[in-house]
């Protein structure tokens, strides 16, 4: 049985992420997620190897608007990882929500994220 997809989609190549300083902001992904950090002759910074491929493209256009699309990350130890986000620089988002399903934060650049509790 074939896992592609009959419009030919073969699966997510990357997440793309328009910022200021792609590596810094790929410093920031790769404390989280790890992997390694490439730049490219572009400007922009490719984090591979880790939970999940991402690449940091650079853009002018500073960000203006809560994120339509962000990355919820399941912890092992959700206050571990709250914990680790911060201190890594990322920055809680209770304006965006706060309650007990999860905890929304923002990186460096304020884009959001979420983290989120084991499974049960």
């Known amino acids: 049985m074939s896992t592609t997809p009959s419009n030919g989609i073969a699966g997510l190549a ?8 792609p590596p810094a902001l790929a410093d920031f992904w790769q404390r989280l997620l ?7 002759a ?9 939970l999940v491929d991402v690449i ?5 256009e500073p960000k203006a608007a ?3 699309l962000h990355l919820d990350l399941r912890a092992a130890d959700q ?11 990322a920055t809680k988002a209770d304006d965006v929500y706060r309650g007990p399903r999860w905890q929304v934060l923002r990186d460096p ?12």
């Open 66 to 68: 809560k994120n339509r």
């Open 109 to 120: 650049e304020g884009n959001e994220f979420c983290i989120l509790p084991p499974r049960p």
């Open 14 to 21: 990357a997440i793309a992420v328009d910022c200021s300083d």
């Open 42 to 50: 572009d400007g922009n910074t490719m984090l591979t190897g880790g």
């Open 56 to 60: 940091f493209m650079r853009v002018l």
């Open 79 to 89: 206050d571990t990882a709250v914990a680790s986000a911060l201190d890594a620089g």
């Open 34 to 40: 790890g992997g390694s950090a490439e730049d490219d």
